[in-house]
């Protein structure tokens, strides 16, 4: 059975601290991704990584960075978390152009910073 | 720019009423795919179907069809007979072709929230 874990569920964070989100797939997906999602925003693309060290920026990058050292794990990172990251972080993995937009998503995590 | 409206924020039926939620698409690629996910309240988004921009033939599912019209950039997603368990956030999607590369990028709705009352 396919599966996207996260890390954790629920987080909470001050202001200015570093935080890890980990994702780890075990499908061996080349795409990864990351999003954000937002009461009335939807899900918006933080990141996402196409191969080992590959990553691209998605529409909202600004304050956060992402490391794929293995295939199966992909880690997005808040260097300085501030109140306005507080959200709901989503990853997801995504095979190889054959099965186009056909994402598999983890449970999220709900991070909250103070 | 992709761009895809949902809006319809939240809707309620009573159980074992049909009920359809709209999704209007944007995008300037001649070749693009269609998504519909559920989000049920445990947060893990599922996906229900993919849709390329060739096909426009409806489809349907059990309880659940999909009307995919070109001619008016919609994608609209009909639950027939709907029951407690339909309740979820729904969201439509928009990508790009695998050819040009534009597939990983996925472009959401701000979602529907439908909730169904036993």
């Known amino acids: 059975d396919v599966k996207v874990t996260q890390s954790s569920r629920y987080l909470v964070k001050r202001t200015g601290e570093k935080v890890f989100l980990e994702c780890v797939q075990d499908?061996?997906?080349?795409?990864m991704f990351w999003y954000r999602q937002d009461p009335g925003l939807g899900l918006r693309l933080i990141y996402f990584?196409?191969?080992?060290?590959?990553?691209e920026k998605g529409d909202i990058p600004e304050g956060y960075s992402v490391s794929r050292e293995k295939k199966e794990r992909f880690s997005l990172i808040l260097e300085s978390a501030s109140t306005n990251q507080t959200s709901m972080y989503l990853c997801?993995?995504?095979?190889?152009?054959?099965?186009?937009?056909?994402?598999?998503f983890g449970p999220g995590t709900r991070l909250t910073v103070t | 720019a992709q761009k895809v409206t949902q809006a319809q924020t939240e809707i309620s039926v009573v159980e074992k009423e049909d009920v359809t939620l709209d999704c209007v698409y944007e995008?300037?690629?001649?070749?693009?795919?269609l998504f519909w996910y559920k989000q049920p309240p445990s947060g893990e988004l599922v996906f229900l179907i993919r849709?390329?921009?060739?096909?426009?033939q409806n489809e349907i599912s059990g309880r659940y069809s999909w009307n995919f019209q070109k001619s008016t950039s919609s994608f609209n997603f009909t639950i027939t007979a709907s029951q407690v368990v339909d309740s979820a956030v729904y969201f439509c999607?928009?990508?790009?072709?695998?050819?040009?590369?534009?597939?990983?990028?996925?472009?959401f709705g701000t979602g529907t929230k439908l909730q169904v009352i036993p």
């Open positions: 997801a993995s995504l095979p190889l152009r054959d099965r186009v937009g056909e994402q598999y």
């Open positions: 995008t300037r690629d001649t070749t693009y795919y």
């Open positions: 999607a928009l990508s790009g072709d695998a050819v040009s590369g534009g597939y990983q990028k996925v472009t």
């Open positions: 499908m061996d997906h080349e795409n």
């Open positions: 849709r390329n921009s060739f096909d426009e």
């Open positions: 990584s196409y191969d080992v060290k590959m990553k």
